[in-house]
T-cell receptor, first 110, second 115 residues
């Protein structure tokens, strides 16, 4: 099946810093999503971004489908950004089966 | 509130028992997905339903089954429970299976503890 690798696995930042999270995948995809799992376990959809660039406030994401990677940018980080960020991809060859990466655990310190 | 309702929030049961987890999708969403999240396996896809029909299947154990009813709510049945089935079970819904409006909305999950 498709392989999804997220980096870095862990990231510690001071409040106000910027960060870039990466998601590499091994096959062509129909869909790609970024999620944030907060410390209470809730999974929040950040972006649906199979290709191109999107922005939502301090967050933006870029997917380069031809090179099989996606980036999530967090600017001016806040303590509420802490949690785990997951990338989920649905391969062309397995429609409906989104595979999640292992996530990047972000800790933002005040 | 995401609009996806999962019940119960917590469940503690003994090995060998059977439980049913329920999910009501967001209004207007036709697709329902079930995922299992455990510490050692991460988020694992179990099964997808679209408008009442099974659409895709992951590595779902034979002891597990699911269905989506005409009102679009879904139930995940777990039987002959083992200690290793202890996990968070998430349901997600989406309005379609692809296209510009695609995107999962997750419920808050059911935490299952098998003792």
């Amino acid at each position: 099946g498709i392989q999804v690798e997220q980096s870095p696995p862990d990231l510690i930042l001071q409040e106000g810093a910027n960060s870039t999270l990466r998601c590499n995948f091994s096959d062509s995809v129909n869909n790609l999503q970024w999620f944030h799992q907060n410390p209470w376990g809730q999974l929040i959809n950040l972006f649906y971004i199979p290709s191109g660039t999107k922005q939502n406030g301090r967050l933006s994401a870029t997917t380069v489908a031809t090179e099989r990677y996606s980036l999530l940018y967090i600017s001016s980080s806040q303590t509420t950004d802490s949690g785990v960020y997951f990338c989920a991809v649905e391969p062309h060859t397995n429609a409906g089966k989104s595979t999640f990466g292992d996530g990047t655990t972000l800790t933002v310190k005040p | 509130d995401s609009g996806v309702t999962q019940t119960p929030k917590h469940l503690i049961t003994a090995t060998g028992q059977r439980v049913t987890l329920r999910c009501s999708p967001r209004s207007g969403d036709l697709s329902v997905y079930w995922y299992q999240q455990s510490l050692d396996q991460g988020l694992q896809f179990l099964i997808q339903y679209y408008n009442g029909e099974e659409r895709a299947k992951g590595n779902i154990l034979e002891r597990f089954s699911a269905q989506q009813f005409p009102d679009l709510h879904s139930e995940l049945n777990l039987s002959s429970l083992e200690l290793g089935d202890s996990a968070l079970y998430f349901c997600a819904s989406s309005v379609a299976t692809q296209g510009p409006n695609y995107g999962y909305t997750f419920g808050s999950g059911t935490r299952l503890t098998v003792v």
